[in-house]
């Protein structure tokens, strides 16, 4: 049997490639993996969802209607304890501008600035969904607990990363090596519990 297509809807290109990794380690035999900038253009509604989940499924629907394949997106933010929950589904865009990643990890450390070290808890946050056309849809969540840190450190990863301190060696996430980070994080864990409806796909 041919390899399955499996889109895999993000336009962040640190992101998409976390996504890529992680299903590639996961070892799923029989799927293909194929990018948004492999499929012709199609209209993608704006991620106006009250939650990670509403976010991700919509992204999933969009791209399998568009395209026929099964598709699988996350969306993804870090809440912040001090902050009630937020930046939320909004953390792409909390500082105006979508995806301008030192202006968000700089208005979040400002807004943190007299915050006291007991109370700078957080967590990321994914929801995955696969989408499959005309057919099933499923969504799952992974969480990354830490802290804010008060500078940011590191060169890996994307986002928040270099302010986000996951509970473990105190090193921020940019300062994990990809694996290290795949081990651990939302995303990581949201596509693991989602692995066995992906190798379903080949069945
Ligand atoms: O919607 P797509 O196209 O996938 O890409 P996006 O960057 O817009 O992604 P989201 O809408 O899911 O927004 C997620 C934001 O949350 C932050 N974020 C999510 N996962 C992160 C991670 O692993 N490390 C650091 N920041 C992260 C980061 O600022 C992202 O821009
Ligand atoms: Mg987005």
């Known amino acids: 049997m041919p390899d399955v297509k499996l889109l895999v809807a993000s336009r962040n ?13 996961e070892g799923i035999s029989g799927i293909e993996l194929v990018g948004l900038n492999e499929v012709p253009e199609f209209p993608e509604a704006p991620e106006t969802g009250a939650t990670f989940e509403e976010n991700a499924l919509a ?3 969009d791209g399998a209607a568009a395209t026929g394949m099964p598709c699988v997106a996350d969306d993804s933010g870090i809440e912040v304890d001090a902050l009630n929950g937020m930046p939320g589904v909004l953390s792409a865009r909390w500082s105006g501008a979508h995806g301008d990643d030192d202006a968000n990890t700089a208005l979040l450390l400002a807004q943190l600035r ?21 057919g099933d849809e499923s969504v799952v969540r992974g969480e990354w607990r830490g802290v804010i840190a008060r500078t940011p450190l ?14 473990g ?4 996430a940019a ?29």
Do not use: I
């Not at 990321?124 to 499959?132: G, Y």
């Not at 590191?154 to 509970?167: I, S």
């Not at 060696?169 to 921020?172: E, F, L, P, Q, T």
């Open 169 to 172: 060696d105190g090193r921020s």
């Open 114 to 134: 007299d915050v006291p070290d007991e109370r700078r808890g957080a967590g990321f946050v994914s929801a995955c969904a696969l989408a499959v056309p005309g």
């Open 154 to 167: 590191g060169e890996n990863g994307f986002g928040y990363d270099p302010v986000f301190v996951p509970e």
């Open 175 to 203: 300062e994990l090596g990809p694996e290290e980070k795949d081990a651990a994080s939302h995303r990581g864990r949201a596509l693991r519990l989602l692995a066995p409806a992906l190798q379903a796909l080949t069945k």
């Open 59 to 61: 992204k999933a629907r």
């Open 13 to 25: 290109a640190k992101k998409l490639r976390e996504l890529r990794r992680v299903l590639d380690a």
